[in-house]
């Protein structure tokens, strides 16, 4: 069983930036895993953000995010991060983390085992 702990949600003025990170709270092979960023807002559906393989070769963006947001990991930290900038009020939502055992990447949220608890991002205009 992997846990997962999003942090550096919070409130920021459209056009701003914030960064998220996310990182297992136990010992695991992070290595494993490849991991993506999903987000939901309140009355919406949780949509696909950003995902990356397990060596952090390969990257995949939803086109909403797509040249604001980028997706990374630092494999020897045990830790995911999402750098976003130019941020809009729709970017609004709740921020999981995701941890999938196919090593590719993987944009679908029904291939992903394992879950953080959320993160809240508010953009305000």
């Known amino acids: 069983q992997v846990q997962l702990v999003e942090s550096g949600g919070g409130l920021v003025q459209a056009g701003g930036s914030l960064r998220l990170s996310c990182a297992p709270s136990?010992?695991?092979?992070?290595?494993?895993?490849?991991m993506g960023w999903f987000r939901q807002a309140p009355g919406k559906e949780r949509e696909f953000v950003a995902a990356?393989?397990?060596?952090?070769?390969?990257?995949s963006y939803a086109d909403s995010v797509k040249g604001r947001f980028t997706i990374s990991r630092a494999n020897a930290k045990n830790t995911l991060y999402l750098q976003m900038n130019s941020l809009k009020p729709d970017d609004t939502a709740v921020y999981y983390c995701?941890?999938?055992?196919?090593?590719?990447?993987?944009?679908?949220?029904?291939?992903?085992?394992?879950w953080g608890q959320g993160t809240q991002v508010t953009v305000s205009s």
């Open positions: 136990g010992r695991t092979t992070f290595s494993s895993y490849s």
């Open positions: 995701a941890a999938s055992n196919i090593r590719l990447v993987v944009t679908t949220d029904r291939l992903y085992s394992y």
């Open positions: 990356i393989s397990w060596s952090g070769s390969s990257t």
